[in-house]
């Protein structure tokens, strides 16, 4: 069973709200679309409000909105193979609908200037250029090395000269100047985040798990769309102090806590609480995830702003290739003492998901715990069989439990 | 007079539905196989009286059943339950000293299950969401050849020319089948490709080594699949007793057992809640882990 909702919960949904209806403010600053990991810092301090479409498409699969969108993006010639945020993002916007509507705008907010990072995959690139036909508006950014082994200063010089690249069309679209000073600031504001958002998950080592990675996923939201804002701090501010006390206090995410599991890979968005309820049944806890700490970035350095955000994109997880990524996750089972990992085979984004190279297999026996595939999608749900994924979750955990029992009784 | 203990094991699956029944040591007495149909619960008490009657024991003498399979939490009548992966390593560890690979192929999925020397379940693998690799392909190549899925083992033996089916999906190896037999192929030759090209499918989920075990209804009825996987892995292939019903067999045996669902089992050891762990005793109370 899951235990008690996180009291902070409320402020979040203010937060994030009073963030959307920014979006919808009419005749205020000119608005960039980023891409997840792209130069928000940069566009913050130019002063662009920011919309973040990958949590738009997150919204549109939380919601379950997205299976029925997605066929009119396939109907454009988007396969059903590439990218489910892409298409359920595009199909959202041909069919009209938006999930801010709740917010008070009647559709994405209109962009000025698209800019993308692929450090993460091409789709970015693409969704973005899509946009940016529509509305006949400039699409500019980073093109990243990708499958990293170590990140060079020639790696980190490339990226930042590309950044830096950025400013004049950035500069013409806002008709603001850059102001270094200001940019400092705002890559300040974002690493005191990032710091704040890494303790928040760091208090997950502590047994019980405070919160799970189901509750990360919602929790995540103001690092990810105020990322560079006070807010954001202030939030995490609160939900640090809520986290610690429910450590010192024993409350558990999940009541009874026993298994402990780290998640790789993209969320089921349509179905994060129809497994957050699954793993909890069987008194099993997801305390860390590859993808809520891909959030944080301590490379940010106030006194180097572009190169530290240069350096921030090219270390990220999902840029690395595959021994430093393992490296990663055997850290990160170590920190937080898990007993197994679920890898999600995330079928339409291959560039999240660490499954089709034999990592689970070489984890597996490099750290001996056992690993299990979950076959999904990060919103496709006709990749998801709420069946056979229930069995596999529930016959890993009766694995686990066996095992851990029959070793007692040795 | 000494009275007699009896457990029962369903193994309510999306095509068939399966019961056993046994004694305290595991000795089967009787089995009953049904169609799933649209009402799991109905096919599970109609298969569970069937074995029964078979088993000649009044059901007044099982003192538990538990149930196991895609339709484990719809049989409202079970004491407790377990997923199919632990109940076919189970019944599989009952019958045969691992280390061992089962391989088990049913109508709609198919898995491998890895069993440690003690017969602990240390992986498992199970088909995505694709017919192929199951008996719904074996159907699908019958249905294309005008032959019931029950001949094709026989019209297999007929083979001479080794004929491949490249396709990936299940309907384009229909399509592709089409244009063979167009082409003028024999349907000996192509039931004895569906064969082979299922055994592939199933190769592909894991390296197979040392001592496999077949299980599932696909192997029950077409031994050629077994023969088959004897000759693709060089190694031997052990079919157990009643391999189309071993999920049910083993969900039999975690009757017996006093299997521990899982939240329960992890509340006896780990820092837990404070219920109590209701080992063994595995009667009265439904221990389901759902
Ligand atoms: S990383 Fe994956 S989910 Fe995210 S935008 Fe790229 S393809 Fe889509």
């Not at chain 2, 569906?194 to 077409?222: D, I, N």
Request: proline residues 4%.
């Amino acid at each position: 069973m899951t235990g008690p909702a996180l009291s902070s919960t409320a402020t979040l949904r203010e937060t994030m709200g009073s963030y959307y209806r920014s979006l919808g403010d009419a005749d205020t600053a000119p608005v960039a679309w980023c891409s997840s990991v792209g130069p928000a810092e940069l566009l913050r301090a130019l002063g662009y409000r920011v919309f973040f479409p990958e949590n738009h498409a997150a919204m549109l699969g939380a919601a379950r909105t997205a299976n029925r969108v997605m066929p009119i993006a396939h109907a454009q010639g988007y396969s059903q193979d590439i990218c489910s945020y892409l298409t359920s993002d595009i199909g959202a916007y041909l069919a009209g609908e938006t999930p801010l509507k709740a917010y008070g705008l009647t559709s994405v907010p209109r962009a000025d200037v698209l800019v993308f990072n692929t450090n993460q995959c091409r789709d970015v690139r693409d969704w973005f250029e899509w946009y940016g036909r529509q509305w006949d508006v400039p699409v500019i950014g980073v093109r990243s090395p990708r499958s990293i082994d170590t990140v060079t200063d020639d790696d980190v010089e490339g990226v930042a000269r590309q950044i830096e690249a950025l400013v004049p069309t950035l500069e013409a679209v806002s008709g603001a100047r850059l102001d270094g000073a200001r940019l400092a600031q705002v890559v300040a504001i974002s690493r005191e985040c990032s710091h704040l958002w890494g303790a928040c998950l760091g208090t997950a080592a502590a047994r019980p798990a405070p919160f799970t990675f189901f509750d990360g996923t919602i929790q995540m939201g103001p690092a990810v769309v105020l990322r560079g804002m006070e807010e954001a701090c202030a939030y995490y501010r609160s939900l640090l102090a809520e986290l610690e006390e429910r450590v010192r206090t024993r409350v558990a995410a999940v009541r009874g806590e026993s298994l402990r599991l780290y998640w790789d890979g993209m969320p089921l968005w349509g179905r994060l609480r129809a497994l957050a309820t699954n793993f909890a049944e069987f008194g099993t806890a997801v305390v860390a995830s590859t993808y809520c700490n891909s959030w944080i970035f301590p490379d940010l350095d106030a006194d180097d702003p572009i190169r530290s955000m240069a350096r921030a994109s090219l270390n990220l997880f999902i840029a690395r290739s595959e021994e430093p990524k393992e490296q990663y996750i055997e850290r990160m089972v170590r920190q937080f003492d898990v007993d197994g990992i679920v890898f999600h085979d995330c079928r339409t984004c291959p560039n999240n998901s660490n499954t089709r190279y034999a990592m689970p297999q070489r984890l597996s026996k490099r750290l001996g715990i056992p690993s299990l595939v979950l076959d999904g999608d990060v919103n496709d749900l006709r990749c998801y069989s709420d069946e056979q994924g229930r069995t596999n979750i529930e016959g890993f955990v009766e694995q686990l439990a066996d095992t851990r029992a029959s070793r007692r009784g040795a | 007079m000494t009275l007699m203990r009896y457990y029962a094991g369903i193994d309510s699956g999306s095509w068939t539905t399966k019961a056993v029944i046994i004694d305290a040591d595991g000795g089967v007495l009787g089995t009953a196989v049904k169609r799933s149909g649209a009402d799991l619960a109905v096919a599970a008490r109609q298969a569970y009286d069937a074995a029964l009657a078979r088993a000649d024991v009044p059901a007044g003498d099982i003192v538990a059943v538990w149930s196991t399979g895609f339709g484990r939490h719809n049989v409202e009548f079970a004491n407790g339950s377990r997923t199919e992966l632990d109940c076919h390593g189970r019944g599989v560890a009952h019958y045969v000293r691992g280390p061992v690979t089962v391989v088990d192929i049913g109508g709609q999925d198919a898995k491998v299950i890895r069993l440690d020397a003690g017969g602990q379940r240390v992986a498992h693998r199970m088909n995505r969401k694709c017919a192929a690799g199951t008996g719904s392909f074996l159907d699908e190549i019958a249905l294309r050849l005008g032959v019931e899925t029950g001949a094709l083992d026989g019209l297999a033996a007929e083979s001479a020319e080794t004929l491949e089916l490249s396709s990936f999906c299940t309907v384009f190896a229909g399509t592709e089948l089409l244009t063979l037999i167009r082409s003028g192929k024999r349907p000996a030759d192509l039931a004895m490709a569906a064969y082979r090209s299922l055994v592939k499918r199933v190769q592909a989920m894991e390296v197979f080594h040392g001592a496999m075990v077949a299980t599932g209804g696909v192997v029950a009825h077409h031994p050629r699949v077994v023969s088959l996987l004897r000759e693709a892995t060089g190694g031997e292939v052990v079919v157990p007793p009643h391999p189309q019903e071993m999920g049910a067999f083993g969900a039999s045996l975690a009757a017996r057992d006093g299997a521990v669902a899982v939240g329960d089992a992890l509340d006896a050891h780990g820092n837990g809640d404070g219920r109590e762990a209701s080992a063994a005793t595995g009667v009265g109370s439904r221990q389901d882990v759902g």
